[in-house]
């Protein structure tokens, strides 16, 4: 094993959103890797010289942009990273990055035998044992919490504790045995350096200063529930774990005072289990005039506690509701009522909070019945303001109950991962291969098969569903009210029979003007001269808000500027839909018509000027 004086360790944050995202977003404070900025501060303190190399920094760089064989992205990768001549190199891991780390690992072994490749985080933790049994290049993986092994590290390098002697450590002994020692009580969060960590490395030196973003700070760890589908709790230890709400609040105040961010995100899986701690938090941010967001569950949550987090500057919550069934909320370990989900989210609405809402489908004894209530859920929030939501397939996560129950049905779509523009300029073909050979540890990319539905049936629902909630919201709230979403979107399917789509038929809804013109057609010939013409009048309205605003897209505060001057000719409806009050359609058609008639002579004016 390699000591420190073969040269510092470099602790490396591999690409995370994909390159085309983070060409588009530039720097921003929120790519920062909290974990290995934490590990930085640790070696630092316990002797050892440790720098940072960020791939996603390293990515959107100009330098990196203009080199001439950027597509061999791994080899260019391998060389910038060999290139810091580090003694040791360790990468943080996610379920998504994992891929990609294997293959840099890989790289940078055979190129140097002699550096010192090691992991952390959670997917490192999760399949420890079997990435040191299928990846020989990994020396070791530090799994769990990192504070807990930092000071014996520098033992580890200098040869003077074994790898047996390090708590929480995954490794090969002499004889290439595979061995995992022991794992320490969760540290007392109480304990660490109060300090704000250093983000230096992430100053946004390409913009203008006042264009600022957001820094995240941790706010805790863990979280106390059991869903069945989520790693966090293994991870964590089902424990939840809350900083001191003052020395919180005081690193919030000196990375205000250092950084100056637009908003500071609060890192915790469920930051407001405990109510009482939380109302002291917004009391405390209150006095400092500081914008937050942070992640939340919906039956932790009252509107006493959701008023004073907006007084406090909350502005943003994230809400995993996952389903709008009740079985299926029951059979993850999720019980939630889909009523008390209503409640928070339209209270939320009601008082200026954001929700991001997250749904998932394609469970593997989910049934179009259980998918019909979670999309009607979800597009009752999608009309209320204040409101973003994201809608994704499952993922089956190592370590999990369901990845335990099911994994006898993973299922690889080579033809569908690189379904997403953010990853375009990855190396498809080496991924793949590896994906292919590895189904455990890079589970992340692949789909539990069901009986009742297949992989391109749940993507194409995804994708029908996004285009109309964004462009055709109300259209669909109301068109919800008198027909099933699955049955709206299997209409649009030309020959549907079953939930069982061809690659060929996915490809087809790829393309958003064919989601919008089969849409067009089946509102028409259903709505147009039915006495549910409020629906078609609706549509004509939001299709007109589409087609003009597709030549000015790229203006967003113009396009928004449109969309501002429909709802101000037509108030009264939108409101109504909103708040779920649209009892007799006949009673608005009259006025609505001749409000959409005046707002179309407008955006027709506009548009020409």
């Not at 630092?44 to 720098?51: H, L, M, T, Y």
């Not at 595979?178 to 794992?183: D, E, L, N, S, V």
């Not at 939380?278 to 932790?300: E, G, H, P, V």
Request: charged letters at 25%.
């Amino acid at each position: 094993m390699n000591d420190l004086k073969s040269g510092p360790v470099l602790l490396v944050n591999p690409v995370n959103r994909g390159l085309k995202g983070i060409i588009r977003n530039g720097i921003l404070y929120e790519n920062a890797s909290v974990g290995l900025l934490i590990i930085e501060s640790e070696f630092k303190k316990n002797g050892i010289k440790a720098e940072i190399l960020d791939l996603n920094i390293l990515c959107s760089s100009p330098e990196f942009q203009g080199q001439p064989d950027r597509r061999n992205w791994y080899d260019l990768i391998t060389r910038e990273i060999l290139g810091r001549n580090a003694g040791s190199i360790g990468f943080t891991t996610m379920a998504s990055n994992y891929v990609q780390v294997m293959i840099l690992s890989e790289k940078i072994k055979k190129l140097r035998p002699g550096v010192h490749i090691f992991l952390g985080g959670p997917q490192a933790t999760l399949t420890a044992e079997k990435t040191l049994e299928k990846f020989g290049c990994i020396d070791f993986i530090c799994c769990g919490e990192f504070e807990s092994q930092a000071n014996y590290i520098k033992d580890l390098f200098n040869h003077t504790k074994k790898p047996g002697e390090i708590p929480n450590l995954a490794y090969r002994d002499e004889n290439g045995t595979i061995k995992r020692t022991g794992a320490q009580k969760l540290i007392n969060l109480g304990s660490l350096d109060p300090s704000p960590l250093n983000f230096d490395l992430y100053r946004q030196k390409d913009r203008a200063n006042s264009q600022k973003s957001y820094i995240a700070v941790e706010g805790g760890r863990g979280c106390p529930f059991n869903c069945s589908f989520c790693s966090t709790k293994i991870f964590w230890q089902q424990s939840f774990r809350l900083k001191n709400i003052n020395s919180l609040v005081n690193e919030i105040k000196q990375i205000n005072e250092l950084y100056s961010p637009k908003m500071i995100n609060i890192l915790h899986d469920l930051f407001t289990v405990n109510k009482k701690a939380i109302k002291k938090f917004c009391a405390a941010m209150k006095t400092l005039n500081i914008k937050w967001i942070c992640s939340s569950r919906i039956d932790t949550l009252d509107r006493d506690t959701l008023q004073s987090m907006k007084d406090s500057g909350c502005i943003d919550i994230f809400f995993g509701i996952e389903s709008g069934d009740t079985n299926t909320l029951k059979q993850i370990n999720k019980n939630i009522r889909p009523e008390k989900s209503e409640e928070i989210i339209n209270y939320c609405s009601e008082i200026g909070i954001q929700s991001s809402v997250s749904f998932i489908i394609g469970f593997p004894f989910e049934k179009l019945g259980s998918m019909e209530n979670s999309l009607k859920l979800l597009s009752k929030f999608i009309v209320l303001p204040h409101v973003k939501f994201a809608l994704a397939h499952l993922i089956p996560l190592p370590g999990t109950e369901i990845s335990a129950q099911y994994g006898g049905r993973f299922r690889f779509y080579p033809e569908l991962y690189f379904d997403s523009r953010e990853i375009e300029r990855i190396e498809p073909e080496l991924e793949i291969r590896y994906i292919r050979e590895n189904p455990e540890l890079f589970s992340f990319f692949y789909f539990i098969d069901s009986e009742n539905f297949n992989f391109y049936y749940i993507r194409t629902v995804i994708h029908i569903f996004e285009f109309l909630a964004y462009y055709f919201k109300n259209t669909l709230y109301l068109t919800s009210k008198k027909m099933e979403i699955t049955d709206l979107i299997n209409s649009l399917i030309p020959g549907f029979r079953q939930p069982f789509l061809t690659h060929e038929e996915y490809g087809y809804f790829k393309d958003p003007e064919n989601i919008h013109r089969r849409f067009g057609e089946i509102i028409t010939s259903y709505f147009e001269n039915s006495r549910d013409c409020l629906i078609f009048s609706l549509f004509r309205y939001e299709n007109d808000l589409y087609t003009y605003g597709r030549s000015i897209r790229q203006n967003t505060a113009e396009n928004e500027s449109i969309e501002k001057s429909y709802e101000y000719h037509i108030p009264k409806i939108l409101m109504d839909i909103r708040k779920g009050k649209i009892l007799d359609p006949s009673q608005y058609r009259e006025n609505f018509l001749i409000s959409l008639s005046r707002a179309d002579n407008q955006l027709k004016v506009s548009i020409k000027t």
